[in-house]
Protein backbone atom coordinates (compact mmCIF):
# COMPACT_ATOMS: atom_id res chain seq x y z
CA UNK A 1 0.00 0.00 0.00
CA UNK A 2 2.75 2.34 0.71
CA UNK A 3 4.17 3.84 -2.47
CA UNK A 4 7.90 6.56 -3.00
CA UNK A 5 7.74 6.82 -6.75
CA UNK A 6 10.60 9.40 -7.40
CA UNK A 7 11.20 11.06 -10.91
CA UNK A 8 12.64 14.38 -12.20
CA UNK A 9 15.96 12.68 -13.26
CA UNK A 10 18.12 13.04 -16.37
CA UNK A 11 21.27 13.64 -18.36
CA UNK A 12 22.52 17.88 -17.61
CA UNK A 13 25.54 19.21 -17.75
CA UNK A 14 27.78 20.57 -15.36
CA UNK A 15 26.38 23.92 -13.76
CA UNK A 16 22.47 23.12 -14.88
CA UNK A 17 19.60 22.22 -12.47
CA UNK A 18 17.18 19.64 -11.86
CA UNK A 19 14.31 19.55 -10.03
CA UNK A 20 13.36 15.67 -8.50
CA UNK A 21 10.19 15.08 -7.16
CA UNK A 22 9.37 12.10 -4.56
CA UNK A 23 5.32 10.99 -4.98
CA UNK A 24 3.76 9.38 -1.78
CA UNK A 25 0.97 7.39 -1.27
CA UNK A 26 -0.59 5.15 1.78
CA UNK A 27 0.74 6.54 4.93
CA UNK A 28 0.08 10.06 6.58
CA UNK A 29 2.85 11.62 4.89
CA UNK A 30 2.02 14.83 6.45
CA UNK A 31 3.17 13.84 9.47
CA UNK A 32 6.49 12.29 8.56
CA UNK A 33 9.62 14.00 7.95
CA UNK A 34 11.20 12.93 4.82
CA UNK A 35 14.71 12.73 3.34
CA UNK A 36 16.49 11.97 -0.02
CA UNK A 37 18.93 9.74 -0.33
CA UNK A 38 21.27 8.73 -3.06
CA UNK A 39 23.53 6.37 -4.10
CA UNK A 40 26.64 6.63 -6.61
CA UNK A 41 27.92 3.47 -8.43
CA UNK A 42 30.15 1.13 -6.02
CA UNK A 43 29.22 3.54 -3.51
CA UNK A 44 26.79 3.33 -0.12
CA UNK A 45 23.80 5.14 -0.33
CA UNK A 46 24.06 8.49 1.60
CA UNK A 47 21.96 10.97 3.18
CA UNK A 48 21.73 14.12 0.94
CA UNK A 49 18.97 16.42 2.50
CA UNK A 50 15.76 16.01 4.83
CA UNK A 51 12.72 18.12 5.92
CA UNK A 52 10.68 18.25 9.08
CA UNK A 53 7.09 16.91 8.80
CA UNK A 54 5.95 20.59 9.12
CA UNK A 55 8.46 21.48 6.10
CA UNK A 56 9.98 24.37 7.98
CA UNK A 57 13.51 22.89 8.83
CA UNK A 58 16.06 21.18 6.45
CA UNK A 59 19.55 19.54 6.92
CA UNK A 60 21.43 19.34 4.13
CA UNK A 61 24.86 17.09 3.35
CA UNK A 62 28.51 19.36 3.24
CA UNK A 63 28.65 18.42 -0.17
CA UNK A 64 25.57 19.99 -1.20
CA UNK A 65 24.75 22.82 1.16
CA UNK A 66 23.95 25.68 -0.51
CA UNK A 67 23.39 24.43 -3.80
CA UNK A 68 20.16 22.01 -3.11
CA UNK A 69 17.14 22.91 -1.76
CA UNK A 70 14.33 20.26 -0.30
CA UNK A 71 10.48 20.95 -0.03
CA UNK A 72 7.54 19.21 0.80
CA UNK A 73 3.90 19.74 0.03
CA UNK A 74 1.85 18.06 2.46
CA UNK A 75 -1.54 18.58 0.62
CA UNK A 76 -0.02 16.74 -2.69
CA UNK A 77 1.78 14.39 -0.77
CA UNK A 78 4.75 15.41 -2.52
CA UNK A 79 8.22 16.01 -1.53
CA UNK A 80 10.86 17.94 -4.04
CA UNK A 81 14.20 18.32 -4.04
CA UNK A 82 16.02 21.68 -6.48
CA UNK A 83 19.65 20.89 -7.57
CA UNK A 84 21.17 23.74 -8.88
CA UNK A 85 24.91 24.15 -9.80
CA UNK A 86 25.46 19.85 -10.46
CA UNK A 87 28.63 18.96 -10.95
CA UNK A 88 29.94 15.25 -12.00
CA UNK A 89 30.31 13.96 -8.76
CA UNK A 90 26.50 14.59 -7.93
CA UNK A 91 25.61 11.75 -10.51
CA UNK A 92 23.97 9.31 -8.41
CA UNK A 93 20.39 7.25 -7.95
CA UNK A 94 18.51 9.58 -6.31
CA UNK A 95 15.64 7.97 -3.50
CA UNK A 96 13.47 9.10 -1.17
CA UNK A 97 12.08 8.00 2.50
CA UNK A 98 11.19 8.82 5.87
CA UNK A 99 14.04 10.46 7.55
CA UNK A 100 13.44 8.37 10.95
CA UNK A 101 15.68 5.45 9.45
CA UNK A 102 13.74 3.13 11.95
CA UNK A 103 10.96 3.48 10.41
CA UNK A 104 11.76 3.43 6.59
CA UNK A 105 9.86 2.14 3.87
CA UNK A 106 10.91 -0.44 1.00
CA UNK A 107 13.10 1.69 -0.87
CA UNK A 108 11.43 2.41 -4.82
CA UNK A 109 13.53 2.17 -7.64
CA UNK A 110 14.89 6.07 -7.61
CA UNK A 111 15.50 8.37 -10.30
CA UNK A 112 18.82 8.47 -11.98
CA UNK A 113 20.56 11.80 -12.55
CA UNK A 114 23.80 12.08 -14.53
CA UNK A 115 25.97 15.16 -15.09
CA UNK A 116 28.50 15.03 -17.96
CA UNK A 117 29.15 16.82 -20.90
Known amino acids: QVQLVESGGGLVQPGGSLRLSCTAS????????MAWYRQAPGKERELVASISSPGLDTIYADSVKGRFTISKDNVQGVVYLQMNSLKPEDTAVYYC??????????WGQGTLVTVSS
Open 26 to 33: GFTFSTYA
Open 97 to 106: NRRRTTMQYS
